[in-house]
């Protein structure tokens, strides 16, 4: 029968709760029957708490529970998936404060879900065995359910992972790389970086969007004792927690992560404070991250700058539509709609609001990099009702919308400049509305696929223009990678991270808007001045800017930080 088909009648002597009898279809149990409280007290006959951590499968009358509190003065789970017995039961109400903040109670009535509860408790109690305590009657009650948690927990009582699982890292020439992996779009790039250089990986999908798939704990766990990585990698900290049970996972573990910041550490890590940890290196595409990420708490953190893919992006004659011949061209997000989007779910305070177009504006011109630190410094007003903001994530929110608004400002300021030479602007048609007035002086094409379609796109320009968004005050994108790795000449603002990366000679930088009409201009007028550059650059890239080039950096500094442990 169904276990959710059981009627349970409460059995009372004096109005005190003797047992409990559970009626099914031509069936009825009781819960404890002529044993009374001992056929209860009985499942603890066996029990050795040394080191391990019990889970009494049931609440039942409480007799068992109250019992394992005095004998054990540890955390205890309970696994009661009949809220009508709890209900009927009230053991809960007799249980001291004290007792009651030991106890890890789970409610799920899915037996994984479950399980995966309980492996999260495990790991936050020094990932000991975990021990079942069998009540019978639950057994006979919901076999399916009981059963198999009786069976997973045996298990796991009788088999040392944590043991099997720690192991020495680094102790290998090449050393094996675990890629907590998703949809994110350089994963690919680091797979095939694992490939060209020869490193042993493998790979634990983490889910797409803000939570992963419930299987991951399992998956990862499994993956760590089998293949027997030296360390996990991540982009964005894809896969961890805001919790903070995959660090907890890695400390036990002895296995570091190395997360590569891709995107601004700033606008992602807030959510993450529980997950400072010494097993975590922090890698982070923009220099001027690293100390406020060391003043932050991450022990670990070094400057890792973005790359390209030279396979994908090379020289290809293959043939493209006419409409994207181009003597100038720009690539990118208007940014209207991203903002708008951001305003819209953040529910903001109208009187914040009302700031929000002028401290965007002073932030797009400002140098510093922390929107929290600008306001605080140059709008105090501002600051101040951004700080009343209910928290953390509402915060950050709004830091979001304020960076992603200065890029839209900025973006459209240099776009601008570009006009009067009719250029091509690739994106979506917030571009349509911002330049409303001047529709006859630019073409436009809707967004095409960066990997795709975008490596021929760029050979097509005799200029290719960037821009740099404002997340990213002084570090460089991935366009100037791109471009000179397809043989293409780009044309883009100087970035002070740019110098330890390209000789002047080798990329064509503006420093002002005022400047880009001229230079413009010049290099439309000397295309061998052009083809030079695009040579130097494009040897340049070849040479030291790679993805392979940077995962081998990220993997010394692994060895470095961690080849000891």
């Known amino acids: 029968m169904k276990a959710e088909s059981w009627i349970f009648e409460p059995v009372e002597d ?13 069936k009825s149990l009781a819960m404890l029957g002529p044993g009374g409280p001992e056929r209860e007290r009985a499942a603890l006959k066996k029990f050795d708490g040394s080191g391990k951590l019990p889970v009494l499968l049931g609440l039942g009358l409480g007799h068992a529970l109250r019992d394992l509190l ?11 998936k009949f809220g009508a017995l709890e209900k009927l039961a009230h053991v809960l ?16 009535a899915d037996a994984k879900k479950a399980l995966s509860l309980l492996t999260h408790w495990q790991n936050s109690n020094d990932g000991l065995p975990m021990l079942p305590i069998v009540l019978p009657f639950y057994q006979r009650l919901d076999r399916e359910y009981y059963g198999a948690l009786r069976q997973n927990l045996e298990a796991s009582a009788k088999f040392d992972f944590w043991g099997r699982a720690r192991a020495p890292r680094f102790t290998t020439a090449t050393p094996r790389v675990l890629l907590l992996t998703s949809k994110y779009f350089l994963m690919g790039e680091l797979e095939r970086a694992c490939q060209k250089l020869s490193l042993p990986y493998n790979l634990v999908i983490v889910g797409d969007g803000e939570v992963g798939r419930e299987d991951f704990t399992s998956e990862f766990l499994q993956a760590v004792l089998e293949f027997k990585p030296d360390f996990c990698l991540t982009l964005n900290h894809l896969g961890v927690d805001v919790e903070g049970v ?10 570091p992560l190395a997360s590569w910041f891709v995107d601004n550490p700033h606008l992602i890590i807030h959510q993450y404070r529980k997950c400072i ?20 708490g991450f022990a670990h953190v070094r400057y890792l ?30 940014m209207i709609e991203k903002v708008a989007a951001r305003l819209k779910k953040g529910h903001f305070p109208r009187e914040l609001l009302l700031h929000f177009k002028k401290a965007a504006s002073a932030y797009e011109a400002s140098s510093e990099r922390s929107v929290a630190e600008f306001l605080a410094e140059e709008l105090p007003e501002t600051y101040a009702i951004y700080m009343k903001l209910p928290g953390n994530e509402d ?8 960076t992603w608004q200065a890029t839209r400002l900025y973006r459209n300021g240099l776009v601008r400049e570009i006009l009067p030479f009719h250029p091509l602007i690739v994106g979506d048609r917030g571009w349509l509305s911002e330049f409303r007035t001047q529709r006859k002086e630019f073409g436009h094409l809707d967004t095409i696929s960066y990997y795709s379609q975008l490596p021929l796109f760029y050979q097509h320009s005799k200029i290719n223009f960037n ?16 471009v000179p790795a397809t043989a293409s000449f780009v044309l883009t603002d100087w970035r002070p991270q740019m110098e330890a990366l390209f000789e002047p000679s080798e990329m064509a930088c503006y420093h002002s808007a005022q400047e880009i009409p001229e230079l413009v201009k010049h290099y439309l007028s000397h295309p061998e001045e052009r083809e030079k550059m695009i040579h130097a650059a494009r040897k340049r890239v070849l040479a030291e800017h790679k993805w392979e080039n940077r995962l081998q950096t990220l993997v010394a500094s692994m060895r470095e930080i961690y080849g000891k442990n």
């Open 14 to 26: 004096d109005g005190h709760l003797k047992d409990i009898i559970a009626h099914g279809d031509n």
């Open 70 to 80: 005095k004998i054990h003065q540890g955390p205890i789970a309970v696994v009661e």
């Open 93 to 108: 109400d007799d249980i001291s404060a004290g007792d009651r903040e030991r106890l890890f109670i789970v409610r799920e």
């Open 246 to 255: 995959l660090m907890d996972m890695l400390a036990r573990l002895n296995l």
């Open 277 to 296: 940890s010494p097993w975590t290196a922090i890698f982070t595409y923009d220099e001027d991250n690293v100390p406020t990420l060391k003043k932050s």
């Open 305 to 334: 700058p973005l790359g390209t893919d030279v396979e994908r992006f090379r020289p290809s004659s293959q043939p493209v539509p006419p409409a994207w011949n181009a003597d100038i061209s720009f690539v990118g997000n208007s």
């Open 395 to 402: 915060r950050l929110a709004f830091e979001t919308a304020i």
């Open 467 to 482: 821009c740099t968004s404002k997340q990213m005050k002084g570090a460089v994108n991935q366009r100037i990678f791109d």
